[in-house]
């Protein structure tokens, strides 16, 4: 029997465009191999301290990212990155736009909406997805390599696309108080 997984992504939407992205990703079982909270500060293990440098260093590997808010909690992390092109050139692996990219206009110099079909579910460099993905891969090539093998992760991980600034703060807020709230989750 063939199971179709659900696509945790919108269908139509492009995630290679500009804009800020509220991301998730999860440990396997939801496993506390971060760390531990003590009166409401993240304790860090070294795998938890890995992951924040790791993620700390996305914008080293992808320069059109910049980062916002994050924290590493016990068994997951959360953070916004923002994805950003330089204003002149082009975009180096990214292919020009099609007819039915529709772009309905900015806010304030935030998200821009593209509809842009991916029919055959290849990845899009620069992408959310692409620069998850490459996170991912990254702490865990570290952990097998350091004696952390049995580390892992839940296969997908989440996003919100932000759309306005009260979105943002909102979102900046749980994650400043995420820590604070972990025993009450």
């Known amino acids: ?19 800020f992205y509220f991301i998730t990703i999860c440990c396997k079982d939801r496993e506390n191999y971060f760390g531990k909270i003590s009166a409401g500060k ?9 992951a924040s440098e790791f993620w700390l260093e996305i914008p080293l590997h ?7 808010a994050f924290v590493v909690m016990p068994n997951h992390i959360h ?4 994805l950003k092109y330089p204003d002149t050139g082009t975009r180096h692996g ?31 460099e620069g992408s959310v997805s692409v620069i998850i993905n490459q996170y991912k891969a990254t702490l865990k090539r570290w952990c097998n390599g350091n004696g952390y093998g049995s580390f892992q ?12 600034f009260d979105d943002i703060e ?5 994650i400043r108080l995420n820590p604070l709230k972990w025993n009450s989750e």
């Not at 860090?44 to 301290?49: A, F, N, Q, V």
């Not at 953070?79 to 923002?82: D, H, K, M, S, V």
Request: proline content about 3%.
């Open 1 to 19: 029997m063939n199971k179709k997984r659900k696509s945790l992504r919108l269908a139509d939407y492009d995630y290679s465009s500009e804009g």
């Open 42 to 50: 993240i304790i860090l293990s070294d795998i938890g301290k890995k």
């Open 62 to 68: 992808f320069n059109h990212v910049k980062l916002d």
């Open 79 to 82: 953070g916004i990155i923002i």
């Open 94 to 124: 990214v292919s020009p736009q099609s007819p039915d990219v529709m772009t309905t206009g900015s806010c304030h110099g935030m998200t821009q909406y593209r509809r842009k079909t991916n029919q055959f579910s290849k990845p899009i």
């Open 153 to 164: 992760w839940q296969s997908r991980f989440w996003d919100n696309i932000l759309t306005n």
């Open 170 to 174: 909102r979102i900046r807020e749980y």
